[in-house]
């Protein structure tokens, strides 16, 4: 029986060589990737790859070598622990989403009406964003309707006092008095005395 040609590199892997640690991964990476492939279902390759299973057990077993002190016989014994590393690792995986497995479904099977409410504005929404936005601009002088529009935007009121060469305090009392004279013209009127609804 021939020696495995990993064997020299396992020594130099205990003794901590980053180079023969390099090596060593290259070698069995597409093996322990594959172990882990043929494990994995479709709902879970949404929640990690092999790469990543693959990847957390190398992590250990380099600071197994480093810190604990670990050490194999030969190379048959290594692949043999990391195999069964890699299939528990996978199986935690799995524990910890199992749950959320248990509840995902596909968009395609769900009931238009069990959908999230969507974060964009409604139409009906937007149709009085829209309205309220020509009142606004009714009520503003022509010279100050930039002002209006970069506000609009979200611009900070600084950056807006730059742009127009007006004083940030003169920004926010054209903004507020635009808002109040809104208020006002919004305001229901009153019902004269004796007058009934």
Same mark, same amino acid.
């Given at each position: 029986?021939? $020696? *495995?040609? =990993?064997?020299?590199?396992?020594?130099?892997?205990?003794?901590?060589?980053? %180079? &023969?640690?390099? !090596?060593? +991964? @290259?070698?069995?990476?597409?093996?322990?990737?594959?172990?882990?492939?043929?494990?994995?279902?479709?709902?879970?390759?949404?929640?990690?790859?092999?790469?990543?299973?693959?990847?957390?057990?190398? $992590? *250990?077993? =380099?600071?197994?070598?480093?810190?604990?002190?670990?050490?194999?016989?030969? %190379? &048959?014994?290594? !692949?043999? +622990? @990391?195999?069964?590393?890699?299939?528990?690792?996978?199986?935690?995986?799995?524990?910890?989403?199992?749950?959320?497995?248990?509840?995902?479904?596909?968009?395609?099977?769900?009931?238009?009406?069990?959908?999230?409410?969507?974060?964009?504005?409604?139409?009906?929404?937007?149709?009085?964003?829209?309205?309220?936005?020509?009142?606004?601009?009714?009520?503003?002088?022509?010279?100050?309707?930039?002002?209006?529009?970069?506000?609009?935007?979200?611009?900070?009121?600084?950056?807006?006092?730059?742009?127009?060469?007006?004083?940030?305090?003169?920004?926010?009392?054209?903004?507020?008095?635009?808002?109040?004279?809104?208020?006002?013209?919004?305001?229901?009127?009153?019902?004269?005395?004796?007058?009934?609804?």
């Amino acid at each position: 029986m021939s $020696a *495995d040609p =990993l064997d020299p590199l396992l020594d130099k892997l205990c003794g901590g060589d980053a %180079a &023969a640690a390099e !090596r060593v +991964f @290259l070698a069995y990476e597409p093996y322990l990737r594959m172990v882990v492939r043929r494990q994995l279902s479709a709902g879970l390759r949404a929640k990690f790859d092999s790469a990543d299973i693959v990847q957390s057990v190398w $992590a *250990d077993l =380099l600071h197994g070598f480093r810190e604990a002190g670990w050490r194999f016989a030969d %190379a &048959a014994h290594l !692949r043999a +622990f @990391l195999v069964k590393v890699t299939r528990n690792r996978f199986l935690n995986r799995c524990r910890q989403h199992r749950s959320a497995l248990g509840r995902e479904q596909p968009l395609a099977r769900t009931e238009p009406e069990e959908l999230p409410p969507s974060c964009q504005p409604r139409p009906s929404e937007i149709a009085q964003a829209d309205e309220l936005w020509e009142q606004i601009l009714a009520l503003c002088p022509p010279a100050h309707r930039e002002l209006l529009r970069l506000r609009r935007q979200g611009v900070p009121l600084a950056e807006i006092a730059a742009r127009t060469g007006l004083h940030q305090s003169s920004v926010r009392r054209i903004l507020y008095d635009l808002v109040r004279q809104l208020a006002v013209k919004q305001k229901p009127t009153a019902l004269p005395a004796g007058a009934s609804s």
